[in-house]
């Protein structure tokens, strides 16, 4: 049985196909930018002022105290010495022999 193709239908379906996808593309990058568009407004509205340089914790390495400075020494330290794992070279895998193996080679 020989199939025919009528070309103007796969075609047809194609771009079908396509416009469908760039077509909910389009309108997801339109409702991504509506909600862009109210979460600035109500950050401008509430008076909130979103910036980590307004923030009191943050300080500037200058700023920073010894103890600071000591943490973060301390942390880089312990972090490049357990890198990488210490392996014993000892293999632990033993063989066991299983039904299946005892059907498989009958040898053993």
Same mark, same amino acid.
């Given at each position: 049985?020989?199939?025919?193709?009528?070309?103007?239908? *796969?075609?047809?379906?194609?771009?079908?196909? /396509?416009?469908? /996808?760039?077509?909910?593309?389009?309108? +997801?990058?339109?409702?991504?930018?509506?909600?862009?568009?109210?979460?600035? @407004?109500?950050? =401008?509205?509430?008076? /909130?002022?979103?910036?980590?340089?307004?923030?009191?914790?943050?300080?500037?390495? *200058?700023?920073?105290?010894? +103890?600071? =400075?000591?943490?973060?020494?301390?942390?880089?330290? +312990?972090?490049?010495?357990? =890198?990488?794992?210490?392996?014993?070279?000892? +293999?632990?895998? @033993?063989?066991?022999?299983?039904?299946?193996?005892?059907?498989?080679?009958?040898?053993?």
């Amino acid at each position: 049985m020989l199939l025919t193709v009528n070309w103007s239908e *796969a075609w047809l379906m194609t771009g079908m196909g /396509v416009g469908v /996808v760039f077509s909910i593309l389009i309108i +997801l990058v339109l409702v991504l930018q509506v909600f862009s568009y109210v979460a600035q @407004k109500s950050t =401008k509205d509430s008076g /909130v002022k979103a910036g980590i340089a307004e923030l009191p914790a943050a300080k500037s390495i *200058a700023e920073a105290s010894e +103890l600071d =400075k000591a943490a973060v020494a301390t942390a880089l330290y +312990l972090y490049e010495k357990s =890198k990488g794992d210490q392996e014993s070279g000892v +293999l632990t895998i @033993k063989k066991t022999p299983s039904a299946w193996h005892a059907v498989l080679n009958e040898r053993l």
